[in-house]
């Protein structure tokens, strides 16, 4: 739990108009009412440097407890087309929370530049992709080529 301090500053950074959560866990949680974020993780929408929607990327400071992450093999396509299907409907109804994914990508890629190590992305067409944090530039690969652990291999 939370100090009263902590809490406070947690409010402070969210946005006007927004809520703060918090999850029940996973012994009680309340899956219809899950929030977009709760819903979309692992993953969050990649945004390329010059603002467009390619995919699907991974929440990489979770890769050491996240079994999803370190398998991202096993990610249905089914699930990809629909995380895809309904980020394509939510920008197209809200352009403006794009922002806050392209600037989490930025993040990504800056984060990716420190460590030296390429983006494993799940493409919107349905193929692996390892992408250059500096230059944007993609390779397209198997998954067996992916990175077990993300950014935090042992």
Do not use: N
């Amino acid at each position: 739990m939370a100090s009263a301090e902590e809490l406070e500053a947690l409010r402070a950074e969210v946005p006007r108009g927004m809520l703060l959560l918090a999850c029940l866990g996973a012994d009680r949680c309340q899956r219809p009412y899950r929030s977009l974020t709760c819903r979309q993780f692992p993953f969050f929408p990649y945004f390329t440097a010059d603002f467009r929607f390619i995919g699907l990327a991974g929440e990489w400071p979770y890769a050491r407890v996240c079994w999803v992450l370190s398998h991202l093999g096993e990610v249905t396509q089914a699930y990809r087309e629909e995380f895809t299907r309904t980020f394509d409907e939510f920008f197209s109804l809200w352009p403006q929370e794009m922002q806050g994914y392209a600037d989490h990508s930025e993040e990504l890629r800056e984060e990716a530049m420190k460590m030296r190590q390429r983006i494993p992305l799940l493409h919107r067409d349905g193929t692996f992709r390892l992408i250059s944090p500096r230059s944007g530039r993609m390779e397209r690969v198997g998954a067996e080529k992916l990175p077990r652990f993300g950014f935090y291999q042992e």
